[in-house]
């Protein structure tokens, strides 16, 4: 299990599903976004306060520059919502599934689609809240900064160009093998984080939520599995 990490993105959630079953038999590196640190922290073996920007696509590019040369084999991503019922659904499936591999094998649950570009192609976005109740209570904002590049199929061609990539992942929630990060640049992973480091709400986080299948292309060392 030492090769297995776990990254939580937190803002406000209490992280009481990590005393659950299977989240129970992990520790969790929490980064913690928020003005408090009122959660549970019996299965939480780090805690890093970092600022509140970007959500977690920003905490999961955060995580991947400052441990570039030193990551886990597999590691896993969550928000700190994983109490809302359909991620908790692909989190414990992602979790079960290392388990049964023997804590070997990283598992990315999502959709194929024919071209990710092309699917999200006209994609924007101006307003978005937090679905989770608690994060609401300390941010209710609902206007995105918007994108400097924008529609979706812009902001692709920018980052990636003419990679054709197939699997989609949303809600945050997937794990990678290590060698799926590293066959990229860390220059790559800053160029990225530069999109979602300014503001709390950014329209650019949901251009990388559809894009985590594209940023990892080709994702050869992790199992891919059909939502």
Known sequence: MNNVEIVVSRFNEDLRWTMEAPFNLFKYIVYNKGINDNFNKTNVKQI?????????DHTYLYHIIENYNNLSDIIVFFPGSINLDWKKKKAKRILNNIIKSNYSKAYFIGSYVKDVKEKFKNFRLDNYKSADKTNLLLNNESILKKCVIRPYCNWYNFFFGNTQAHWVTMCGVFSLDKKDITQHSLERYQRLI????????????HYLERSWGVIFYPLIHTVKIQE
């Open 194 to 205: 530069q999109t979602v480091n300014t503001h709390s709400n950014p329209e650019a986080g």
């Open 48 to 56: 890093i306060n970092i600022k509140n920007v970007g959500r977690c």
